[in-house]
């Protein structure tokens, strides 16, 4: 078991390094995703600088706290996008019968389809997420001491697993529907709007659902919240919940690529 997860390790690092060869080869292309891709973020900023300014503080929650909370979902996003994009492109290997060339290979269909093309760009995303968050703990007065700094690590790490689940969920659909619609925009607006405020502003059957069903409000609501009372072993709850749930979506996944039927067929 220890030689597996050295060797699959070893090649995650390979490939990360494969990565970053091949964006260094267009500069300019990063350029491009460096200057662009923040501003969704920032209008994104904005928008709750302007709601806050407008109607006061949502729901107990002032400008300071929202921007923590904002930060984490940034940060876990831009996680997610590095290591779980091809998720949103599922339907068109389904298709296209990408899938032949993983399946010959003595390694894991899913661990190659995400890990042998890591996505760098998505750093660009990580920029932004961290001076929000970094503005949101001077406004909150919340310190960078060893403890909190490991349980924003296991937030980031569980909130980014927990969104990279559901990618593949929603995803792993076109084995049945077998077509590139697989959700990709759908579900990325549906956590943009549900990460960036509290989601106690929402009636109590939206609450009971993003908390117990599509476990959306761990991803930014309740870590945040319990990183601002100081309970820091509350976020523990955020990181097993994204383990649950990405064994749940590789499960899924593994059910839904019996149903393959490669290219041509």
Same mark, same amino acid.
């Given at each position: 078991m220890f030689g597996k997860m050295k060797h699959y390790g070893m090649v995650t690092l390979i490939n990360i390094k494969l990565a970053a060869l091949m964006m260094l080869e267009y500069p300019a292309n990063f350029v491009g995703w460096l200057l662009s891709n923040p501003i969704q973020f920032i209008v994104g900023f904005a928008t709750i600088k302007f709601v806050v300014e407008r109607f006061g503080n949502i729901n107990g929650w002032d400008y300071g706290e929202l921007a923590f909370l904002y930060g984490i979902s940034v940060i876990s996003h831009a996680v997610s996008m590095i290591f779980f994009v091809q998720a949103w492109f599922m339907g068109s290997y389904v298709i296209e019968g990408d899938?032949?060339? &993983?399946?010959?290979?003595?390694?894991?269909v899913l661990?190659?389809?995400?890990? %042998?093309?890591?996505?760098?760009?998505?750093? %660009?995303? /990580?920029?932004?997420?961290?001076? #929000?968050? #970094? &503005? *949101?703990?001077?406004? %909150? *007065? &919340? @310190?960078?001491?060893i403890s909190n700094l490991i349980? #924003? /690590?296991?937030?980031? #790490?569980g909130a980014a697993l927990i969104r990279g689940a559901i990618y593949i969920?929603? *995803? %792993?659909? @076109?084995?049945?529907?077998r077509s590139v619609n697989d959700f990709a925009g759908f579900t990325q607006e549906f956590f943009d709007k549900t990460t960036m405020y509290p989601?106690?502003? &929402?009636?109590?059957? !939206?609450?009971f659902i993003l908390t117990y069903i599509?476990?959306?409000g761990w991803v930014s609501f309740y870590p945040a919240s319990s990183l601002l009372s100081g309970v820091n072993w509350e976020v523990s709850v955020t990181l097993l919940i994204g383990i649950?749930? !990405?064994? /749940?979506? *590789?499960?899924?996944?593994?059910?839904? /690529?019996? @149903?393959y039927e490669s290219a041509g067929q």
């Open positions: 899938f032949d060339m &993983y399946m010959i290979r003595p390694m894991s661990y190659q389809f995400f890990f %042998t093309k890591i996505n760098i760009i998505g750093i %660009t995303d /990580l920029i932004p997420g961290i001076c #929000v968050f #970094v &503005y *949101g703990c001077i406004k %909150t *007065g &919340y @310190s960078f001491n349980a #924003v /690590l296991v937030t980031v #790490v969920i929603m *995803g %792993t659909f @076109s084995f049945w529907t989601i106690n502003i &929402y009636p109590h059957i !939206m609450q599509v476990p959306i649950f749930v !990405m064994i /749940l979506a *590789g499960l899924f996944f593994k059910a839904g /690529l019996k @149903s």
